[in-house]
């Protein structure tokens, strides 16, 4: 049905079309560019009805009156402004408007209390969601608004959502929406961002969550059981002496039992990532970058039991990725009698960490490297600059001769 370049015209005097036992109408890709305002008007048996992708710029007043219709596609009409009222639509149960052009939610949206998916992703000029108008959607399943901002407690009265993707404005909303769960589970899958319009596209994991240019100094946080885990430009002034420190990243080990992937990025203030006992033991990859102030990656914090001459081990051990770039203040990974022991490490990068003189990480893969160099469990590191390498330490005697030949430098 591609190209058709379908109008649906019809001469005043013929009445619309009268299909009343009509059910389907698929519509979707015919280049229709516009509806017939009375088109709708005898097709009352009409259940779903398909028009997306079409360069449509109005709907006609006559779907606000298909009160059997379960499903209205809209998505991809890029010219589309505005949607007829959905007020008697009392048992619409899908309603798609993704990469539409409206600039406000359906009229009468609030009252299609069968909605069990609504989609309102990539809609530029839809900032947000009034508050209370999906309060009473309490059959929605799947909310998928991308970008727009929605309400943390009206979020969280949706007993029966499984999939949600959308923007809450700030931490205290991420903080009502997991309060108002009241000990439910959370959503099967979940991208969640918190503040400003982020950038990251590639998300690996189906539990995501990102902060962009967050207060968190001033906010607890509240985190559920995320896999991934972004932050970016956040102001997160915490001490070791600060009770907040332990509150950052590591609330208890069980909030953060599934954690997978953490970046942060452009966290001026953050001095610390880790205490000792709450590194969330199934991450596969940890990168942080640009953050001036960051001294160390496992800290210990005030009171910490530990004696003077026994090693520490940290264990990570499904870590793949190991990155650290652009942190001039950075002086080490852990404390000096302490070691990371990462059997899976497949990448290290260190770029501009001009103060680290140490890397502290127990790789049981060296043995095997110097039995089987190009074997599988080879990491790959990268540097910059390359002058760095001759001055770190590492505590594996044999590490330096024994990893550089797969060396490389970052671009």
Same mark, same amino acid.
């Given at each position: ?19 009343? @036992? ?50 209205? =596609? ?5 010219? =589309? ?27 009468? @949206? ?77 959503? =099967? ?223």
């Amino acid at each position: 049905m591609e190209n058709w370049g379908l109008q649906l015209p019809y001469p005043l005097e013929i009445l619309p079309p009268k299909c009343p @036992m009509l059910t389907t109408l698929l519509f979707s890709g015919c280049n229709i560019q516009s509806i017939p305002e009375g088109f709708f008007k005898h097709m009352h048996g009409l259940k779903i009805l398909d028009l997306s992708a079409n360069p449509i710029k109005n709907l006609p007043d006559s779907i606000a009156n298909l009160k059997n219709l379960t499903a209205l =596609l809209l998505r991809h009409c890029r010219s =589309l402004e505005k949607v007829p009222s959905l007020s008697k639509l009392k048992v619409l149960k899908e309603l798609n408007l993704e990469a539409t052009s409206i600039k406000e939610i359906p009229c009468g @949206m609030e009252n299609l209390l069968k909605l069990n998916y609504l989609n309102l992703n990539g809609i530029g000029d839809l900032y947000e969601i009034p508050d209370r108008a999906l309060s009473k959607l309490s059959c929605l399943q799947d909310l998928i608004v991308g970008e727009t901002v929605i309400s943390g407690e009206d979020v969280g009265g949706l007993k029966k959502l499984e999939i949600l993707k959308g923007r809450f404005f700030d931490l205290h909303n991420l903080n009502a929406y997991v309060q108002a769960l009241h000990g439910r589970e959370e959503p =099967l899958e979940y991208i969640i961002r918190v503040g400003e319009r982020g950038w990251v596209e590639q998300i690996n994991t189906r539990k995501y969550i990102e902060l962009c240019g967050c207060n968190i100094y001033t906010n607890q946080i509240i985190l559920p059981h995320v896999e991934e885990l972004y932050i970016k430009e956040c102001n997160l002034n915490c001490s070791e002496g600060d009770p907040r420190f332990s509150r950052f990243i590591l609330i208890s080990l069980s909030t953060f039992s599934s954690l997978k992937f953490l970046d942060i990025y452009n966290c001026k203030s953050i001095k610390k990532l880790f205490s000792p006992n709450c590194l969330p033991l199934n991450l596969q990859e940890l990168s942080a970058s640009e953050c001036n102030m960051l001294e160390e990656i496992i800290a210990i914090e005030l009171g910490w039991n530990q004696s003077e001459k026994a090693t520490m081990e940290f264990h990570l051990p499904q870590l793949r990725l190991f990155s650290l770039w652009n942190l001039p203040k950075l002086k080490s990974i852990c404390s000096v009698n302490g070691v990371i022991v990462c059997d899976s490490l497949e990448i290290i990068e260190v770029r501009n960490c001009p103060k680290l003189k140490r890397m502290p990480l127990n790789l049981s893969q060296l043995d095997n490297i110097r039995l089987q160099p190009s074997g599988p469990l080879s990491p790959l590191i990268c540097i910059k600059p390359e002058e760095w390498w001759e001055s770190v330490e590492w505590d594996h005697p044999n590490a330096k001769s024994i990893l550089e030949p797969l060396l490389r430098s970052c671009w």
